[in-house]
């Protein structure tokens, strides 16, 4: 089994800053693209950003210079700062992993329960 483990989310003020976290565990052999959605309600999930197993990155156009994901493949860990937060920030986080539990072709993409952000006075 797999699991994906976020962290991170709460309640914070427009202009406030947080980091999410993401934790893989169980048993994983390599762990290749990694990243992050949202969902608000009433919503369609949508794409963050994602990495790729080198440490590089894509980030949605329109939150380019507010947030930014990065990873760390010994902990199996990938993360999202957000900073300057705004009220339309606020949804459901979610991480995502494509993983692989052998040496052979077996790669699963796997998902996380979500974190909430909640940006508001």
């Known amino acids: 089994q797999v699991q994906l483990v976020e962290s991170g989310g709460s309640l914070v003020q427009p202009g406030g800053s947080l980091r999410l976290s993401c934790v893989a565990s169980?048993?994983?052999?390599?762990?290749?693209?990694m990243g992050w959605y949202r969902q608000a309600p009433g919503k369609e999930r949508e794409l963050v950003a994602v990495?790729?197993?080198?440490?590089?990155?894509e980030h949605e156009d329109s939150l380019k210079g507010r947030f930014t994901i990065s990873r760390d493949n010994a902990k199996q860990a990938v993360y999202l700062q957000m900073d300057n937060l705004i009220p339309e920030d606020t949804a459901v986080y979610y991480c995502?992993?494509?993983?692989?539990?052998?040496?052979?072709?077996?790669?699963?993409?796997?998902w996380g329960q979500g974190t909430q952000v909640t940006v508001s006075s």
């Open positions: 995502s992993a494509d993983v692989a539990q052998t040496p052979y072709n077996d790669v699963r993409n796997y």
């Open positions: 990495t790729a197993s080198d440490g590089s990155s």
């Open positions: 169980g048993s994983i052999f390599a762990i290749y693209a």
